[in-house]
């Protein structure tokens, strides 16, 4: 038959592990600095906590270092977590297909020209190709297009791309002259305009 339970009976389900005690006096061994040292970062309030990249106060990494560039639309090459890449394949890695086949992500996995399909595939234009291919990817560059069309084959885009957004840009107006200076070009037309005319009583060519 169990013992039956009583408080006496009671013990931890495991073994207390003491805290350090610090600055408890000299004697007993975490007193005085309580085992930060003397001065400096670590040994202030809350030196503990600080956040992650935090290089004590000099210049981090994420700003020495170039920043990516470009776009922050979702179809180009933007920054942060609109970010896309595209797995390049150029057309000189296409030779190693029979002329007249198809040309897809599924089937450069199995040539062995791409590790899998999770990335978007963009042909490139190094390089030559002289069979006729069907080739369907995600993009494919102007000179890669001409070098499989030149060749017989076909290009198919598996995504269509979305057309790119320019801006109208609409021509300035011209200035607006003073109000100043458009009386005083009249003024003086008027004035030609006067001397020009022949006094009354006087015929044309007839010396004064």
Same mark, same amino acid.
């Given at each position: 038959m169990?013992e /039956?339970?009583?408080?006496?009976?009671?013990?931890?389900? /495991?073994a207390?592990k003491?805290?350090?005690r610090?600055?408890?006096?000299?004697?007993? %061994?975490?007193g005085r600095?309580a085992?930060?040292g003397?001065k400096?970062?670590?040994?202030? $309030?809350g030196?503990?906590?600080?956040?992650a %990249?935090f290089e004590? %106060?000099?210049m981090p990494?994420?700003? =020495?270092?170039g920043?990516? =560039?470009?776009?922050?639309?979702?179809?180009?090459?933007?920054?942060?977590?609109?970010r896309?890449?595209?797995v390049?394949v150029?057309?000189s890695k296409?030779?190693r297909f029979d $002329?007249?086949?198809e040309v897809?992500?599924?089937?450069l996995v @199995?040539a062995?020209v791409?590790?899998?399909?999770k990335?978007?595939?963009?042909?490139?234009?190094?390089?030559?190709?002289? &069979? +006729?291919?069907?080739?369907?990817v995600?993009?494919?560059?102007?000179?890669?297009?001409?070098?499989?069309? =030149?060749a017989?084959g076909t290009?198919?885009l598996l995504?269509?791309? +979305?057309?790119k957004k320019? &801006?109208?840009?609409?021509?300035? $107006?011209?200035?607006a002259?003073p @109000?100043?200076?458009?009386?005083?070009e009249s003024? $003086?037309?008027a004035?030609l /305009? =006067?001397a020009? @005319?022949?006094?009354?009583?006087?015929e044309?060519?007839?010396?004064?």
């Amino acid at each position: 038959m169990a013992e /039956q339970l009583n408080l006496s009976h009671l013990k931890p389900a /495991q073994a207390r592990k003491n805290r350090k005690r610090v600055g408890r006096g000299l004697g007993s %061994g975490k007193g005085r600095y309580a085992g930060r040292g003397i001065k400096g970062q670590k040994s202030r $309030a809350g030196s503990h906590k600080m956040r992650a %990249g935090f290089e004590g %106060g000099q210049m981090p990494i994420y700003m =020495r270092m170039g920043k990516q =560039r470009g776009s922050t639309s979702k179809d180009a090459m933007p920054i942060g977590p609109f970010r896309t890449a595209t797995v390049p394949v150029n057309v000189s890695k296409l030779g190693r297909f029979d $002329a007249g086949a198809e040309v897809t992500p599924e089937s450069l996995v @199995e040539a062995g020209v791409i590790k899998n399909t999770k990335i978007d595939v963009k042909i490139l234009g190094n390089g030559e190709i002289t &069979k +006729k291919l069907t080739v369907r990817v995600h993009a494919v560059s102007a000179s890669a297009r001409g070098k499989i069309e =030149r060749a017989g084959g076909t290009v198919e885009l598996l995504r269509t791309p +979305k057309p790119k957004k320019h &801006k109208a840009h609409k021509p300035k $107006a011209p200035a607006a002259e003073p @109000e100043e200076a458009q009386a005083g070009e009249s003024e $003086a037309a008027a004035e030609l /305009q =006067r001397a020009e @005319e022949p006094e009354p009583g006087s015929e044309p060519g007839e010396e004064q």
